[in-house]
């Protein structure tokens, strides 16, 4: 898109993750100009700054529709650009994968106790927290051992993205109960990370270029995920019918693990200035547009769905 609406000026060279260099050391390459970009999602370097979680996604925070508003109408954007500034980084959203699914557990929940014990693959920090304090014991297992480790009961249960996703992976087939709502990740939002310098160094044309594609794969996977994962729902309730239970996880679990998240995501934002700062930006707004969010979408699809 970038070559094509640059008239040729403007190519971007592509390598798969893992084929130039380990995976994780994207945002320190391109921090350093190894390289000049990367994708990734930005609570992948929360061991750098807390902060970050809050750029990718929040438990119980905004959908992927919140997420883009808080970026482009909000202040999430220029805070996340204050944030990587220091990394020598330019961030922009990339796609959202998102709503997610809360997981696929070998066993019912029907009680908050019945996470105790439990040990899950689980991406998220803030997510995983808030099960380790239920009593979960939580690993970051790699996508390609997901599906050997909950097959072989190595794991308990394991959350991944969505219904196409984890379809990919074959995890309908090791575990019985998939749950939802994905309350951990409601709006997962994935980056690109541009080296500061390579960016600023572009014409202003091109850099507008760059803005509007990245924002063009932000729209696009959201329309994508949006077909793709009912396409995979409708397969799970047809063909997996008796094999596959898509179950919502109960009101009283949801709220008691509400409560968790409410107090991990509290005390978390309290362990740096600049995550203190993010953590009251993103509240603020979700507090903004959640109402809305309720009147035109909730009381809406709650009507239509009966």
Known sequence: MVEETSGGRFRIQVFPGGQIMPPLDCFDATSKGTIEAFMGAAYYWTAKELALEWFTTVPFGMNAEGMATWYHQGDGLKLWEESYAAFNLVPRPAYAPAPQMAGWFRKRINAIGDYRGLKMRIGTGLGGKVYARAGSTTVLTPAAEVYAALERGVIDAAEFSGPHDDMVLGLH???????????????????????????????????????????????????????????????????????????????????????????????????????????????KFQALVGPWDHVAEGAYHQFVAV
């Open 173 to 283: 087939r090791t575990a019985r109960y998939y749950y939802y709502p994905g309350w951990h990740e409601p709006g997962t939002t994935l980056e690109f990370g541009l080296n500061k310098k390579a960016y600023e160094a572009l014409p202003v044309d091109l850099r507008r270029t760059l803005d509007h594609a990245a924002a063009a794969v932000e729209v696009h996977s959201l329309s994508e995920y949006h077909t793709t994962n009912a396409l995979a729902l409708e397969r799970l309730r047809t063909e997996f019918k008796g094999k596959v239970d898509v179950v919502s996880i109960p009101a009283p679990v949801l709220r008691d693990l509400k409560k968790l998240a409410t107090e991990v995501v509290r005390e978390e934002s309290e362990k740096t200035p600049l995550a203190r700062k993010v953590h009251a930006a993103y509240t």
